[in-house]
């Protein structure tokens, strides 16, 4: 049985012309005024993404001083480390604000478990992706039905897929909705020298060696000066150090066992790939 999808009316649309304005626009900016702007501009149907890595700590932090009521959502893949589940009691705690949660569909994920074991990612780079779209990107979509404009901690420097992010762009994996990256031009240590000087919450993993954090068994420390992403799904050899979020995979691998987990219903039709009228 998949979860029912509900689809808020939304409001604030912007096409291609005034988003590629808007990029040029505020790429010098700083974070706090690219989300001014969003806030301006998306109201209530601005969400602030955050996976409760640095660079989501950071953000939070700069919206709730902008507007304590702002929107801030969270996909839960219910694989996460308990270092990230207390940060984000930190979080709630520290701002008083709620965080929206999205988490898969139990019943896929039941499915998906029964088949392949709860550990398949670490047999088959297909498999992993098949679990990152099941406890990610389909949740994600789900999430986005709600927002006509999204924030994320995407900075240029992270990965080579992630050179060429504008500060504000269609989404076009998501319906067409606003994605924003107010951190793009940020470097690592630009991050951590905020999160210092505002006494910003973050994960204690990073303590331990961690530089970039997602579920706790595709996750481990890197060697000092070794590239940050590299901790992530370290087994993998010549695949994408990406799970789908961000950027659409397509392998022709994994996709025709998705549609099998979700029974011939379309990931579309279990978790919103469709949009509905604006
Ligand atoms: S990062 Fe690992 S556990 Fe998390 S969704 Fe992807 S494959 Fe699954």
Request: with cysteine.
């Amino acid at each position: 049985m998949h979860q029912e999808t509900h689809i808020p009316r939304l409001l604030h649309t912007m096409d291609e012309l005034e988003a590629g304005e808007a990029a040029v626009e505020l790429d010098d900016k700083e974070p706090q005024e690219v989300l001014a702007w969003a806030a301006e501009r998306f109201g209530r149907e601005l969400g602030i993404c955050s996976s409760f890595q640095a660079e989501g700590c950071v953000l939070i932090d700069m919206a709730v001083r902008l507007d304590p009521n702002v929107r801030i959502f969270t996909v839960d893949t219910g694989r996460q480390p308990q270092e990230t589940y207390d940060l984000i009691d930190r979080i709630r705690e520290r701002y008083g604000v709620k965080i929206e949660v999205f988490a898969p569909d139990a019943g896929v994920v039941e499915q998906m478990i029964t088949r392949h074991g709860p550990n398949l990612f670490y047999r088959e780079v297909n498999l992993r992706l098949l679990c990152c779209q099941v406890r990610k990107v389909l949740p994600l979509r789900r999430a986005l039905m709600n927002f006509s404009a999204w924030v994320t901690g995407l900075r240029r420097d992270q990965w080579a897929t992630r050179s060429n992010i504008r500060k504000v762009e269609i989404d076009h994996d998501h319906g067409g909705i606003v994605k924003l990256a107010p951190l793009a031009d940020w470097t690592e240590d630009e991050v951590w020298d905020y999160i210092r000087a505002n006494q910003v919450p973050y994960n204690a993993l990073y303590d331990k060696g961690y530089k970039s954090i997602g579920c706790a068994p595709c996750t481990r420390p890197v060697a000092e000066g070794a590239d940050p992403r590299s901790g992530r799904w370290w087994w993998e050899t010549g695949a994408p150090k990406e799970c789908g979020m961000h950027c659409a995979i397509e392998t022709g691998g994994f996709e025709h066992e998705l549609a099998a987990l979700l029974g011939g219903h379309g990931a579309g039709a279990a978790d919103g790939a469709e949009r509905g009228p604006g």
